[in-house]
């Protein structure tokens, strides 16, 4: 087997975003460029040689292509040895728990995650660090100046490896394991769930759930979780094997794109609980019958109800939410007196919070919650915890969190999402509410006063770095906040992202519709940002 050097040149767009770098499939397929992405990572990584990798991705389109490049390209790259999930397979948070459980030097996860799957569709690679974290800002920097000037790249003149099945091979002189990708995952969950509790919920004959894996790489795990470890009955899991186009759907767990689930949830019958994931396992939703959970509320529940399960009965040491996410869990905080941190969007923020255990659990607006145990969001563990509480409570999705509310206040919350407008037009109307920012604090707009406006700036407590410009917020004096954002995972024009906040404490007030909550709110965010104008669109692409 030889080891082959070949020419190549710079592509100027391989900029990872807020979650590696993302593309369509073709974008993907030109010669070299994927191999120039994964040779800058390479080229960035100091002291590469002779450590392990870990290697594996959510199943979609041009994963197992993506998969046999790669290991011919580490072992041209003096990697020792790589990890890779058994036919390609690895969630997210299953490759965060390899890393961490191997103490490899790093991963490559292959997913585009919510983005639809397929020969048209997108893909993705993003590289995490030795605490199974995604790569922080400085290290995806690194990667992307050496993109620019790349050219050259290795790879080993070799067969494809067979990933069919468990087994260890050699690749040159790199050692390549073919790795179960569900044992490990299932096996951490035991250790911080009760099971024989949660067991206990899911054989009683009086609960039943129902959990969508939405086509995506969730499917093997939830089925060896919930069905075959837990108990609950076959057919629990819907859409369990994982797909390449994801049956052509989108895997994002929310009420637009998680119809069949919500029919479910909402309608004759309905089972007691709920659940779905995203394309790599990361992203959670969470409903009950008739109910739904909105992910800022959920890491609030949990956090106020951590102490009922085994990993968090002594206490947690801190909270950390995204920016954009509601301050509902700020008062759990306040109220168990620990810190909550307010992170920029992206889950490679709270790595340095969880590694110092400032933070125990964090979560994002976005469908996202997790902890300590890895350092990726975690779907799965979502689901698990919910179940844990519903158990240990004996009580419905809805009760505990109307309860929640009735405690701590409700954060009426909701993001509108602008997708694929015109990519000048969306950065002109940053740059219009930017220019707005020092005229605002103080001003009225009906009910409202400005307390504060500005654009979201983050100093990392450890390690000092400093995050600009990572979205405009204004701040009013009740607490609401309205927020704008420009997403940086899409793969199509621009994706502008509207949140907006309003707090209720008065417990006769609870039971709005959210839409109409936040009227007054959604009326103004498009007063001051002109969104119609800019966007050339009336309403939002998804409304979560
Ligand atoms: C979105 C979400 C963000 C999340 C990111 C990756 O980013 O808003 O909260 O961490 O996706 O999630 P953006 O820049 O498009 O708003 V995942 O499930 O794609 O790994
Ligand atoms: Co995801």
């Known amino acids: 087997m030889t080891i082959k050097t070949i020419l190549t040149t710079p592509f100027s767009d391989q900029k990872p975003g807020t979650s590696g770098l993302r593309k369509s499939v073709p974008v993907f397929q030109q010669p070299h460029y994927l191999e120039n992405f994964v040779q800058s990572i390479f080229d960035t990584l100091e002291g590469l040689e002779g450590q392990t990798l870990v290697l594996g991705g959510d199943g979609r389109y041009y994963n197992l292509e993506a998969i046999q490049i790669i290991l011919k390209m580490a072992a041209a790259n003096g990697v020792g040895k790589v990890l890779v999930g058994c036919n390609g397979i690895l969630s997210t948070p299953a490759a965060s728990c390899v890393i961490r459980e191997n103490q490899a030097y ?7 995650s919510h983005n639809p799957g397929g020969p048209n569709a997108d893909f993705g690679i993003k590289y995490n660090v030795t605490n199974g974290g995604p790569a922080p800002e400085k290290v995806t ?42 044992k490990p995952y299932v096996e951490m969950m035991e250790s911080i769930f009760d099971f024989d509790l949660i067991k206990g919920l899911l054989t009683s004959g009086k609960f039943s759930m129902c959990m969508d894996s939405l086509h995506a790489v969730t499917g093997p795990y939830a089925h060896a979780l919930f069905e075959e ?9 819907q859409n369990g094997t994982p797909l390449e186009d994801f049956g052509g759907g989108h895997p994002d767990p929310n009420l637009v794109y998680a119809h069949d689930l919500v029919a479910i949830l909402f309608g004759e019958n309905a089972p007691d609980f709920g659940a779905a994931s995203d394309g790599d396992g990361d992203r959670n939703m969470i409903l009950g019958r008739n109910f739904f959970v909105t992910p800022s509320d959920s890491i609030a529940v949990l956090t106020a109800n951590a102490h009922l399960v085994p990993a968090y009965k002594n206490g947690i040491s801190g909270v950390a939410r995204s920016m954009p996410t509601s301050a509902a869990v700020d008062k759990v905080a306040e109220k168990l007196g620990i810190n909550c941190y307010e992170t920029p969007t992206g889950w490679k923020f709270f790595g340095n919070l969880l590694d110092a ?68 037009r969306a950065t002109e109307m940053m740059e219009h509410l930017r220019s707005m920012l020092a005229t605002l604090p103080r001003k009225q707009y009906g009910d409202y006063i400005v307390d504060y406006a500005d654009d979201f700036s983050y100093t990392d407590p450890v390690d000092g770095s400093v995050s600009s410009k990572q979205g405009i917020r204004i701040g009013f004096t009740d607490g609401s906040r309205i927020i704008y954002r420009l997403s940086g995972t899409g793969t199509k024009g621009a994706t502008l992202r509207i949140y907006l906040e309003s707090y209720e404490p008065d417990a006769s007030k609870h039971d709005l519709e959210t839409q109409k909550a936040l009227e007054p709110l959604i009326n103004l965010a498009e007063e001051i940002g002109q969104i119609r104008k800019f966007t050339e669109r009336d309403i939002p692409t998804v409304i979560t």
């Open 106 to 112: 790093g991963g490559i996860i292959l997913s585009a």
């Open 141 to 182: 920097n690194a990667m992307y100046d050496r993109t620019l000037v790349i050219d050259r790249y290795n790879i080993l003149e070799a067969a494809d490896i067979n990933l069919d099945r468990p087994g260890s091979f050699k690749l040159g002189t790199m050692d390549v394991e073919v790795i179960d990708p569900v």
């Open 229 to 237: 470890k837990l108990g609950a009955p076959s057919g629990t899991v």
């Open 357 to 424: 255990d400032l933070a125990t659990l964090c979560g994002e607006e976005s469908f996202g919650t997790g902890s300590n145990h890895i350092r990726e969001k975690d779907g799965l563990w979502a689901v698990l915890f919910w179940l844990n509480i519903i158990a240990a409570k004996s009580e419905s999705v809805e009760n505990i969190v109307r309860s929640h509310w009735q405690e701590f206040g409700r954060n009426y919350y909701s993001r509108h999402d602008y997708e694929e407008v015109d990519a000048l």
